[in-house]
């Protein structure tokens, strides 16, 4: 590599910033010696003078051969030309291929790499990485622009520059006490001044006229340029630090950003070529994707930001289809590994559950009934979820969906996450199919405690099928007695549906013929639990619901395991609730209202972020909030307080008691976001409500959207940035679930607007859930592979599968 030297502003020779990786050159320094016959002349002062200045770039794989000759009387040159035969060709095959048939090299742990300690791996931990193959996947967060490449003299102050020059001097200095290396360098244009800051050593690294490159933003001092603590390193080296785009990395402390790429670097070698390639080439030559081993090396150190760009696409290509893989896969083994059954509905049958309601269903809710209907009377079991917002009518659709199983004499279950909502569906059910029906979600009046209704966990209707309908509840509430009671008449058949938790498919519950279940507000059912179902022998249609509203190209993806059906619309009649938004300075307007709803006979809920207090976050904590709620100021009503560091009985407990009308106030977390129905709650004050996202205030919003009366929602602001202002104004702007959903989605990605609901998923170190772009094509050729029979069998697939397997952190073999 030479230095710039520009007469009459041109410049006299261009200078190359890149020379071959120390693998590459020495794989051609071994074939020019081969062709050559062995004399010790393919490289300036011979092999053993090479390999003496180049060992320490070298990969550990190369180590055995490079001491085999150091160690060697008089070395290369010292040996036989047989010797040097041998040599030469063994060391080529080690080369060319690194691995020698052995496990993947990407495989071995971060120690392989030079000066990587037990310690130092301890670091890399931290970062998740274990593996050469985890370093080589820790993508740079951005990159340096150091191509710009000047001479001395044309330097141009505030921006990212690089310089090539002879150091001229390099000295320790003391900038405010600060033991520093202030160097200074030249060209035939000009001198530039290089400080680095609390690095004295550097100045040992400096002898003068030696040839450097420096990188960095170029400032002024006292009218001349200079360097402040730039990346640099010397002109024959392999150029990653400088002269190119500079990766920088997620670090954690101990970790510097030169060490990382330096160790970046020795992996890429010491893997090189890189990881086989796994895709077949026609996904290829469709997606228009590089090969894997010159996307992983370019989204490391790319030849420009487009490169890396397409790099880091095939990358998350990866990722995307690995995980539409595992869904589908998973979604097939389901359907096909024990067989469906059918069950065809009654038109009469759905006409007289029909007649006992007194309201007729949505277009929306008739759609996704048909849907479901559909579904069951396939041979292969359904795996469907149902979303829609709170009080949008899910219940009825399943329903139907469970009296048409009932009508073919088998068993529906339906799960609830708790207890209480547990209890609740069966209330719900049991109006329904009674006399009396105000809606089809939930009832209008207060759901009124009735310990009789524990005390009957198994009710019987008629007028409905021919023969007794029998619905069952069980729960841990209920007796011992009773449980044993119910779980006799599940295991004989004369339950045609039972409402409990999930539970019921994991603990001694037996059915005769279950053979639909509906799960509620448990997205990841569909991957997670169904082995539980499986394990019991059964196989039936499953339908989630969620009240969560995802946009449909996020929930394809996410549950793709799972069709998906949507009731878009609400009920006629259903009231909005007045969301309005105010600043803590104004809380005592909101206490006011609060008071003045609860004299009024109704009932409140105030939901705070965070169970402890946080400094940092500037939000209330529950306990905190409750504490001063009570004592200072509602000391005349009636206080509770729920948080998810409550045992279960406890949740329970206080949810009944708010639920009965025993509490006035209930101040909770977000554990109430999936909550019951208590119609007699008007109003709900959400504390730090830029903590939260649109799509989770709206479904706090809905737990006061249930009852006749006039319902409001507070939000109360702990901060005044412009954008949470933006998107608390879009909460009280609109009250469609879905269209908020997509604003949230826009506004702080996939990851926070997933949140807990993503737990299920594995973890992705490149890809984003929000580019719909690439996940649709990941999806697209997923489905394509799944339909081919040979991915599950053919050894050209076995790469696939190992992919899938890892990124699913799973041994299951899909067949």
Same mark, same amino acid.
């Given at each position: ?120 791996? @301890?670091?890399?931990? /931290? ?6 193959? &985890? *370093?080589?996947?820790?993508? =740079?967060?951005? +990159? #340096? ?111 510097? @950003?030169?060490?990382? /790429? ?6 890429? &070698? *010491?893997?090189?070529?890189? =990881?086989?390639? +796994? #895709? ?133 279950? #339906? ?401």
């Amino acid at each position: 590599m030479s230095a710039y030297c520009i007469s009459s502003g041109m410049m006299r020779h261009e200078v190359t910033l890149s020379t071959p990786r120390p693998t590459e050159a020495l794989l051609k320094i071994l074939e020019l010696e081969a062709r050559k016959q062995h004399n010790d002349t393919a490289v300036i002062g011979g092999i053993d003078a090479y390999l003496k200045k180049a060992a320490s770039s070298l990969p550990k794989s190369l180590a055995p051969a490079i001491r085999q000759v150091q160690r060697a009387s008089g070395g290369y040159r010292g040996w036989t030309h047989t010797q040097r035969t041998r040599w030469v060709a063994a060391t080529l095959d080690l080369l060319r291929s690194p691995n020698c048939g052995g496990p993947p090299l990407e495989t071995k742990p971060i120690t392989a790499l030079t000066r990587i300690s037990t310690k130092t791996a @301890a670091l890399f931990a /931290r970062l998740g990485i274990s593996t050469l193959n &985890d *370093l080589l996947h820790h993508l =740079p967060r951005h +990159y #340096l622009d150091y191509t710009q490449t000047r001479a001395i003299g044309h330097l141009r102050a505030q921006t990212d520059q690089t310089v090539v020059g002879r150091v001229l001097r390099a000295s320790v200095v003391l900038p405010g006490g600060r033991r520093s290396t202030e160097a200074i360098i030249a060209d035939c244009t000009g001198k530039v001044r290089v400080i680095w800051f609390n690095q004295p050593w550097i100045a040992r690294q400096l002898p003068r006229d030696r040839e450097i490159v420096v990188s960095g933003t170029v400032t002024v001092y006292k009218n001349r340029p200079q360097f402040l603590s730039p990346e640099w390193e010397e002109a024959e080296s392999s150029g990653i630090h400088t002269g190119r785009l500079v990766p920088v990395y997620p670090l954690t402390r101990g970790l510097t @950003a030169r060490s990382m /790429r330096n160790w970046v670097t020795e992996a890429l &070698d *010491l893997c090189a070529p890189g =990881p086989a390639e +796994y #895709l077949p080439e026609e996904i290829l030559r469709r997606r228009s994707l590089p090969v894997l081993s010159t996307a992983i090396r370019q989204a490391h150190f790319p030849d420009s930001p487009a490169v890396a760009a397409a790099a880091r696409q095939r990358l998350a290509f990866d990722e995307l289809l690995s995980l539409q893989l595992g869904l589908l896969l998973t979604r097939r083994q389901w359907q096909e590994s024990l067989p469906g059954h059918p069950l065809k509905s009654d038109p009469a049958l759905l006409n007289s559950l029909m007649r006992l309601l007194p309201f007729t269903l949505t277009s929306s809710q008739q759609q996704a009934l048909e849907e479901i209907l559909r579904d069951l009377a396939r041979e292969t079991p359904m795996s469907r979820m149902l979303q829609g917002d709170v009080g949008s009518g899910k219940t009825v659709v399943a329903l139907a969906a469970m009296l048409v199983t009932a009508a073919h004499g088998c068993q529906a279950a #339906l799960m609830a996450p708790t207890e209480v909502l547990a209890e609740q569906h069966y209330r719900t059910l049991l109006t329904l199919l009674g006399t009396e029906c105000p809606s089809c979600d939930s009832p209008t009046t207060a759901f009124v405690a009735d310990p009789a209704l524990r005390d009957k966990p198994v009710q019987s209707f008629t007028g409905i099928l021919e023969r007794p309908l029998t619905i069952a509840l069980l729960t841990g509430a209920l007796t011992a007695a009773h449980r044993r009671h119910v779980r006799q008449l599940l295991a004989s058949g004369n339950v045609d549906i039972v409402v409990g938790t999930q539970a019921l498919v994991q603990e001694e519950v037996e059915f005769r013929s279950l053979r639909l279940a509906v799960v509620d507000e448990q997205h990841r059912f569909g991957v997670l639990q169904r082995g539980g179902l499986r394990q019991k022998g059964y196989n039936p249609h499953v339908l989630v619901m969620t009240a969560t509203p995802i946009p449909r190209s996020l929930a394809l993806t996410v549950y793709g395991d799972l069709d998906l059906s949507t009731i878009s619309e609400l009920p006629p009649g259903r009231q909005k609730v007045d969301t309005l938004i105010f600043q803590p300075d104004d809380i005592a307007i909101v206490h006011r209202k609060v008071h003045d709803e609860v004299h009024k006979g109704h009932q409140a809920y105030v939901i705070c972020p965070l169970i402890t207090e946080s400094d940092k976050l500037l939000v209330r904590a529950a306990t905190e909030e409750y504490d001063h709620l009570r004592q200072v100021i509602f000391p005349d009503l009636r206080l509770g307080l729920l948080h998810g560091a409550l045992r279960a009985a406890q949740k329970d407990d206080v949810m009944r008691r708010f639920r009965d009308g025993d509490l006035d106030i209930l101040v909770s977390t977000t554990v109430i976001e999936v909550g019951i129905d208590v119609p007699n709650a008007t109003v709900m004050v959400i504390l730090g409500a830029e903590r939260f996202g649109l799509s989770q205030l709206h479904q706090l919003r809905g737990r006061v959207r249930r009852g006749s009366e006039k319902s409001y929602c507070l939000l109360v602001s702990d901060a005044a940035t412009q954008d949470a202002q933006r998107r608390l104004a879009v909460l009280g702007q609109t009250h469609d679930g879905f269209e908020l959903a997509r604003h949230d989605l826009e506004m702080r990605g996939a990851g926070d607007f997933l949140g807990t609901q993503q737990s299920g998923l594995p973890p992705l170190r490149v890809a984003k859930l929000t580019d719909l772009s690439t996940m649709e094509s990941a999806r697209a050729e997923a489905q394509r592979l799944v339909r081919d029979r040979r991915l599950l069998r053919d050894p050209h697939y076995a790469r696939i599968r190992e992919r899938v397997a890892t990124l699913w952190n799973t041994s299951v073999e899909w067949s």
